[in-house]
């Protein structure tokens, strides 16, 4: 399978795991919302909220920052996309049901943006948070460096 024809399964993939999710929890996925995260998940890397206004708009002349942002927090409150901090930017998760031992490994040069997940990772937060009297409300890991690809 070809790079393009991944990210499209990956985007139809995610796609039907946001509509079992939203049915499950009697949300609606809405037409704006479906076309937001094929929009991320179409796109190479990550992608930032004005970039995808640009892209509605193209559809939807009347889109507005404020719909996008709003849709971008349905879709990060639901599990389904993740939004990296260190570059302000948004990635499709595809593994929404399962969000505790992430973290994100960052190319600087190509901008990928891997997903892993490692049990440590939780089993670390859990013991410093305890051990400090801490309750952790949102953890993010964010690992920047130069992937396999772009080093050949």
């Not at 600087?108 to 305890?130: F, G």
Request: hydrophobic share 30%; glycine share 4%.
């Amino acid at each position: 399978m070809r790079k393009g024809q991944k990210k499209l399964s990956a985007s139809l993939e995610a796609l039907k795991k946001a509509e079992a999710i939203c049915e499950s929890n009697g949300l609606k996925l809405t037409k704006l919302r479906k076309q937001v995260l094929n929009l991320i998940w179409k796109k190479p890397g990550y992608v930032k909220a004005y970039d995808l206004l640009d892209e509605l708009k193209k559809v939807d002349p009347s889109a507005k920052p404020p719909t996008v942002y709003r849709t971008l927090d349905f879709l990060m409150e639901n599990g389904l996309i993740h939004k990296i901090q260190s570059v302000n930017a948004f990635i499709g998760c595809p593994h929404p049901d399962e969000h505790n031992e992430c973290y994100f490994l960052i190319c600087d040069r190509c901008q990928k943006i891997e997903e892993c997940c490692s049990t440590k990772i939780n089993n670390v937060v859990s013991s410093t948070s305890k051990n400090n009297n801490f309750t952790p409300s949102k953890v993010t890991f964010e690992i920047a460096g130069t992937c396999q690809n772009c080093l050949n």
